[in-house]
């Protein structure tokens, strides 16, 4: 797992800008803290560094390989999990390997498949490959979108790289916002509209999208849909089916030559990941290592509710019982979490999901010490139907986005200036309607069979992205893997077209992946209700971060207010008012610290407001 950069010219000698790559390199170095590499040649640069999982010794980067008398040289992040099979089509097709690693079935499957390359891949990604003889770059991202890329064009060129922040280190890409990067953070924030890097003029390549750039321009197409596709298998064989697509996943995710464990919350998904990979670990006679996050008192501060029932660390223990092994606590303090909150800003160059960022950097600071790669149970929910949106008929029929039902909430904190220049309903309407447009469905779809394709979309697209972005910045700022085993595609398009009565199994949420894996898991934590990732109860955290907040009102100077309006932001320090910023996981100590974060993010990032 790495980082990649680069540039193309067909006006300008790159051989000139090696400073300012070696910078956007260095600025990349937590994902790739292992090795780097730069590719230059008058047109093309291409930059990487590399956390070495795969064949450590000979997978360096960029890679180069000729063929038919023409060079293509590669700059990948990623794992592919079916690389076995690629390279042994390749082989039949008369290619040879130097290496056993993944980049070089990914850069052969390329010159051998052309920009149909992706579609035989099944894996988390983002590459460029430059063709010498055509003068002509490729870029591409995996389907679910789990590994990240942005870009941007330039006179004459296009420079692209795996986080924002190198993208801001080339003079093409100075840090500047305008009325719609302000719109985005209010307004979907911290959910991103799919494409859009915020700030201005930097773009993200999608999911499932690969593009071509050459003297003509830049070409851009997405290579995969969720198709509409009729279901009929019975429920028995749903059962089974969704069992080996699971499994499988979980299995084909454990390849790694060095230390992997796994994170456990005592939630259904990742002891499900985690009873997998330790029973697989067991008969090659290995030891799975796995890691939990609590907070510090949370046992005596926690409090229940509808969306969180009970804590986790109950259930962590039952997991550490039926496990055995090497199972670790992580506890965080506030006098840590509140530091990190601006860590994670810098980690995904934007503000994010508050202390829900914060918790996860710190987990996985302390994981990296002693593995390098993590499996984790993000998408689970989404893919499944497991979130409370998705069984509340009520919420599930409202239009909007359902873990954002707070339009006017967010509006009413712009000062009366941006107000009149943003159109609240319409920007967040438009999104959604968007969304909606693109769902395919079949002409015997039900009103709810319907519905729920819609559901899963708007939870795939962006509730998830706004996971997948949290778990990729916050793990590789400590240049951690993780990998996510229910984002295998093959698991997602099946479950598109599984009826929501399967699902929806004994009335119960995720029915269907329960049934599917019992005897894999304890009956408690097989059946155990819903409860989301973990946060901070502690009162201590909210005194905090609203001290650090009102020091900012006090002083009044912070560039957040050319668009917020102190008095509301006074008004969330000084009462409790039970409206969320973003699903059950960001009330009001959260919303609080959200602000803290776009207040360092403008000054740490030096942003200039258009």
């Known amino acids: ?273 985690s009873s997998v990979a330790n029973s697989y670990y067991k008969k090659q006679g290995r030891t799975l290592t796995t890691y939990s996050v609590d907070y510090k008192d949370n046992d005596k501060n926690f409090k229940k509710s509808k969306f969180q029932p009970n804590s986790d660390s109950e259930f962590v223990g039952i997991m550490f019982d039926y496990l055995g092994g090497d199972n670790r606590r992580i506890i965080i303090d506030t006098d840590e979490l509140v530091p990190a909150l601006f860590d994670a800003v810098r980690a995904r160059d934007l503000p994010g999901m508050a202390d829900v960022d914060a918790s996860m950097l710190l987990l996985c600071k302390a994981a990296a010490k002693d593995s390098t790669v993590v499996l984790s149970g993000e998408c689970a929910d989404e893919v499944f139907g497991g979130y409370p949106w998705y069984r509340d008929k009520t919420i599930r029929e409202q239009a909007g986005f359902p873990w954002a039902q707070s339009t006017d909430y967010r509006y009413s904190f712009l000062n009366e200036e941006y107000k009149k220049k943003v159109c609240p309903r319409e920007y967040v309407e438009q999104r959604y309607n968007k969304t909606l447009k693109s769902v395919k469905k079949l002409p015997a779809d039900s009103q709810t069979e319907s519905r729920m394709r819609e559901m899963m979309r708007l939870n795939t697209d962006w509730f998830m992205q706004t996971l997948l972005d949290r778990k990729d910045r916050m793990s590789m700022f400590s240049g951690l893997e993780v990998r996510v085993p229910f984002c295998d595609y093959r698991l997602v398009e099946y479950l598109y077209n599984v009826p929501w009565e399967f699902k929806d199994y004994n009335h119960y949420e995720k029915g269907l992946l329960r049934k599917a894996v019992e005897g894999l898991l304890p009956e408690r934590i097989l059946w155990r209700k819903k409860s989301p990732y973990p946060k901070t109860h502690n009162p201590n955290y909210l005194k905090a971060v609203s001290e650090k907040l009102q020091a900012i009102i006090d002083e009044g100077t912070s560039p957040m207010f050319e668009f917020l309006d102190k008095s509301a932001l006074q008004n969330l320090i000084n009462h409790d008012n039970p409206t969320t910023w973003y699903g059950q996981l960001m009330a009001r100590p959260q919303t609080i610290a959200y602000f803290l974060q776009i207040d360092y993010w403008l000054k740490h990032y030096n942003i200039e407001i258009e």
């Not at 067909?10 to 803290?33: S, T, W």
């Not at 389907?143 to 941007?152: A, E, N, S, T, W």
């Not at 801001?168 to 911290?190: C, K, Q, R």
């Not at 464990?261 to 998904?269: E, P, R």
């Open 1 to 273: 797992m790495c980082s990649i950069a680069g540039e193309v010219s067909f006006k300008y000698d790159l051989k000139e800008k090696i400073e300012v790559y070696k910078k956007m390199n260095e600025l990349l170095a937590p994902r790739g803290p292992d090795d780097e590499g730069i590719y230059i040649r008058r047109d093309v640069a291409l930059l990487h560094r590399r956390l070495a999982v795969i064949d450590v010794e000979k997978g360096k980067q960029p890679m180069s390989a000729v063929y038919n008398e023409n060079k293509y040289t590669i700059a990948y992040n990623g794992e592919i999990y079916n690389t076995e099979e690629v390279r042994n089509t390749l082989k039949e097709n008369g290619f040879t390997f130097a290496t056993s690693s993944d980049t070089e079935v990914v850069l052969k499957s390329f010159i051998h498949f052309g920009t149909e390359c992706v579609r035989h891949l099944n894996g988390i990604f983002a590459f460029a490959v430059w063709n010498e003889k055509k003068k002509e770059l490729f870029l591409a991202r995996d389907r679910i979108g789990v590994k990240p890329l942005f870009y941007g064009e330039t006179d004459g060129g296009i420079v692209f790289a795996s986080e924002i922040k190198a993208m801001l280190a080339h003079p093409s890409f100075p840090p500047v916002i305008d009325d719609n990067s302000i719109a985005e953070i209010m307004l979907t924030g911290p959910g991103r509209t799919s494409g859009y890097g915020v700030f201005k003029n930097v773009f993200e390549l999608p999911p499932a999208t690969c593009a071509v750039f050459n003297e003509y321009g830049l070409r851009a197409h997405k290579y995969w849909f969720l198709e509409a596709k009729e279901h009929t298998e019975s429920l028995r064989t749903t059962i089974e089916h969704t069992r080996f697509l699971v499994t499988d996943s979980i299995k084909r995710q454990l390849v790694s030559d060095v230390p992997l464990a796994t994170f456990l919350s005592g939630g259904l998904d990742s002891s499900l990941i």
